[in-house]
């Protein structure tokens, strides 16, 4: 449904995998499921970034993104 709007506007639509999203820094990328202390914060154990979860989230899948769309361009 979202890429069908996309294509009827001349936007956009990159897939972006969400694996690991949630506990993966934006920072420093570390991975783990300790840097969820709670569900709603975000607190890297590796090098002490601290962020709402789903602004971190956000930015790792933002990420994900350009580099998908980077690699498609560049064909
Ligand atoms: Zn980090």
Redesign the pocket.
Known sequence: MVGYKLTERGGLLVLVSRQHSSQE?S????VAPENRPTRDLFR?V????TEHADVNAAKIVLRRGLWSLGRQLAG
């Open positions: 820094c920072e420093c990328g570390h890297c590796a090098c002490g970034h």
